[in-house]
């Protein structure tokens, strides 16, 4: 692949807006603490053909962009400790997510959505997990008794979706070559897991042994899978968020045979290549390709903002809320809730879908777009606020 002068410039202009937007929370913090995400989306925007003009859309562009979608998700499934969501945890958010996809079908059949019930309320009943965790990760969140809830909710909130969107709208074909290279991949990566779970000392020696060195082993293989997971993800015709989501939770199998220290110290790593590189080009580019001329110039499409923002409420939040009363109370309660009710990766895939197989117009996807980004900028907020934590660490987050 040949890259113009002119690509080379977008790509300057994309990372750019990437460091630009933590030096913007920082600056506006006096005034209103913002997720950077929010920044991101909003820079894209900006930078994007509707505005300035100075980033379009692109091959290259393109694929950098699932990358750093590939990378999100990955790192989603791998914060995912089975250990601590196995159980209650894990029972009540899968009740939960089947009474949210419920409740959103029913509506959007009353209201008249046709074709479009389907992947609308996929959408619908999705909780952006690789978005809150990291907030709620450095709020000390995580740590308490929301935690492993928090962490179950958002992994049957990202995963279910993503694989109902694998099952009723996946699209490819299958490479016999290439099927077979993924297949002996899958097989070494299983064999390495047994011996993971085995706690086998050859495995944890090895892993540790090349934490500091040039090798980097631990990450190398994560890439590695992610690769390989993403690959036979496009092979089999589903979205390739599935597959990464798959490979961020074989590799937390595989690296539990490291000490804690040694495991968190892939984690950091892991981060910043996610968060300090590709993930925040996968929100830029989102608000690059964001339809703002379809929005504005829709006063429907305008009104539909809240309506969809009150859907996430009610179809992720009050359910979470009501399945969590046996288990938590009070502010932890209600904060559970309203971290279930934040969306943004899968509303874009699926909104994206819904509007390219002609389901939804551009505009109604741009509202439900929109909703999410207005979601990622409040809910978290609020929920911190009702667990009676401090968020000021927030404003500083990579997310």
């Known amino acids: 692949m040949v890259i113009s002068d002119d690509m080379s410039v977008q790509l300057v202009v994309l990372a750019l807006a990437a460091v630009a937007a933590p030096l913007l ?10 997720p950077s995400v929010v920044v991101e989306v909003v820079l894209g925007i900006v930078i ?55 409740v959103a079908a029913g509506v959007l059949a009353l209201a008249g959505a046709g074709s479009a019930v389907l992947i609308v309320a ?25 935690g492993p809830h928090l962490m179950a909710v958002g992994a049957v909130g990202e995963f279910a979706p993503i694989a109902l969107l694998a099952l009723f709208y996946s699209e490819g074909h299958h490479s016999g070559r290439t099927t077979l290279v993924i297949a002996l991949v899958g097989l070494a990566v299983a064999a390495a897991a047994f011996g993971s779970l085995r706690r086998s000392a050859r495995v944890s020696r090895l892993l540790s042994a090349t934490m500091g060195t040039s090798a980097q082993l631990a990450v190398r293989l994560s890439v590695l899978v992610l690769l390989a997971s993403v690959l036979l993800a496009a092979e089999i015709g589903v979205d390739i968020a599935l597959g990464a989501f798959a490979a961020g939770v074989v590799m937390h199998v595989l690296l539990a045979a490291l000490s804690e220290r040694e495991e968190e110290l892939v984690r950091s790593k892991l981060d910043g290549i996610g968060f300090g590189a590709v993930v925040p080009v996968f929100f830029v580019y989102t608000g690059v390709t964001f339809d703002l001329d379809a929005l504005v110039s829709s006063p429907v499409a305008l009104a539909l903002i809240p309506v969809f923002l009150g859907a996430f409420v009610l179809v992720r939040g009050v359910v979470t809320f009501v399945f969590a009363g046996r288990v938590l109370a009070g502010g932890s309660r209600r904060a559970l809730g309203a971290f279930a009710a934040t969306q943004l990766p899968i509303v874009v895939i699926a909104s994206a879908t819904a509007a390219d197989r002609g389901l ?20 978290p907020l609020v929920g911190l606020r009702w667990a009676g934590k401090d968020t000021a660490a927030v404003a500083a987050e990579p997310i």
């Not at 053909?49 to 393109?62: A, I, R, S, Y």
């Open 25 to 34: 929370v920082d600056r506006l913090e006096r005034w209103v603490r913002l």
């Open 122 to 146: 996929i959408g619908l009943c999705s909780t952006a997990l690789g978005t809150i965790l990291p907030i709620a990760r450095d709020s000390g969140l995580l740590a308490g008794p929301v």
């Open 48 to 102: 994007g053909p509707q505005v300035l003009g100075l980033v379009g859309t692109g091959v290259l562009l393109e694929t950098v962009s699932q990358l750093g979608m590939a990378m999100l998700f990955f790192l989603a499934g791998y914060e995912i400790d089975f250990r601590a969501v196995r159980g209650r945890p894990i029972a009540v958010a899968g009740a939960g997510w089947l009474v949210s996809f419920a």
């Open 360 to 379: 939804v117009s551009a505009s109604v996807a741009a509202a439900m777009v929109g909703a999410a980004m207005v979601s990622v900028l409040v809910f």
